[in-house]
């Protein structure tokens, strides 16, 4: 089986300033990322949303064709931010199997934002959903820009946080307000979808409210009444101690 850097290393490539770029492999008109964090309204927002969708298909083509070029059964990693003069391989590594770890056991708690969310707010959930190897997830592009969006997450100071662009997550799990907190019981094969393509209800845990990720996690506990679920969000409380 081939080491896993290249694959990593064109990730890396990917995931400048802090922000991984998630491109489904099934994606469809129906899931394919808005143009931006927020849903096209107009019909010139519409019509830009299309473009941006026909974009987005070719990208996933040519991701496809590399993709299927290389024999590996690793799952992709998530990395962080590194400068592109001094990208250490070593650090990406770990951090690749520290992702294959989190994704075998099947849980992974992911925090969904919009980056016009106060800066401290921003930043202290990125900090505790770091400290869970977790995600903070926002639906598409800041103002319909990709370089507008790595301006921004620098300008919020989260370029060490786990940012991904995700909206594929958004419908999955039924996102309606930000911030929201889901902790995935599921993941991967292990991951059940209805008819909509959404997570089933007892495959994730979800509170909504503008608060920290500790009080989201005690709720989820105190609301929780299965054995294996509260054992569960007791364990990532656990982690932020």
Not at 216 to 239: H, N, P, Y
Request: charged share 25%; net charge positive.
């Amino acid at each position: 089986m081939k080491k896993p850097y290249l694959f990593i290393l064109l990730f890396t490539l990917l995931s400048a300033v802090g922000l991984t770029w998630l491109i489904s492999a099934n994606a469809n008109s129906s899931s394919l990322p808005f143009f931006s964090d927020k849903q096209a309204q107009s019909e010139e927002e519409k019509k830009k949303q299309l473009a941006f969708q026909a974009e987005w298909r070719k990208v996933e083509s040519e991701r496809k064709a590399m993709m299927d070029s290389i024999q590996t059964n690793h799952v992709a990693p998530q990395v962080k931010e590194y400068q592109n003069h001094n990208i250490d391989l070593a650090q990406i590594a770990a951090r690749y199997e520290q992702g294959v770890i989190q994704q075998q056991r099947g849980e992974r708690v992911y925090v969904f934002v919009t980056l016009d969310m106060p800066k401290e707010t921003l930043q202290r959930l990125a900090k505790d959903v770091r400290r869970l190897d977790g995600a903070l997830v926002i639906r598409g592009f800041y103002e319909g820009s990709l370089k507008k969006t790595y301006a921004k997450i620098g300008e919020l100071g989260l370029s060490d946080g786990n940012v991904q662009i995700n909206p594929e997550a958004f419908h999955k799990y039924k996102i309606a307000l930000a911030p929201s907190f889901v902790v995935v019981k599921k993941l991967g094969a292990n991951e059940s979808l209805d008819m909509e393509g959404c997570a089933l209800p007892e495959d994730y845990i979800k509170i909504a409210g503008d608060v920290s990720l500790r009080y989201a996690l005690e709720k989820m506990l105190s609301a929780v009444t299965d054995s294996k679920d509260k054992q569960i969000v007791q364990q990532q409380l656990g982690r932020l101690s």
